[in-house]
């Protein structure tokens, strides 16, 4: 089944400068503003997900890690602390007084 069988109209508000960036773009490229709408919030949800993923599989890696070292059921505190003591101990090694 195609995407284009299956639409529906939505009615939208921009503010103006947005809305003539858009017919500029429009008349560039030789599309119609409506084709280069569609295009656009495809690509920005295709890009959010993307996004999305990219922190789900990060988040996922950061916990198989910190269960790893046996600290999963870390508090934040203890872990945000754990981190201050380390940047300190990395900045004493870089920057000696």
Known sequence: MSSMSQTVQVTLRLP???Y???TQAALIEQQQVEDLLRTLIAEGLEAHTTVRELLEHV???YRARLAHEGKLQ???DAVLQELRDLREQTARK???R
């Open 16 to 18: 103006k400068d947005m």
């Open 20 to 22: 003539e960036r858009v």
């Open 59 to 61: 988040s996922e890696d």
């Open 74 to 76: 870390q508090s934040s």
């Open 94 to 96: 870089l920057y000696p």
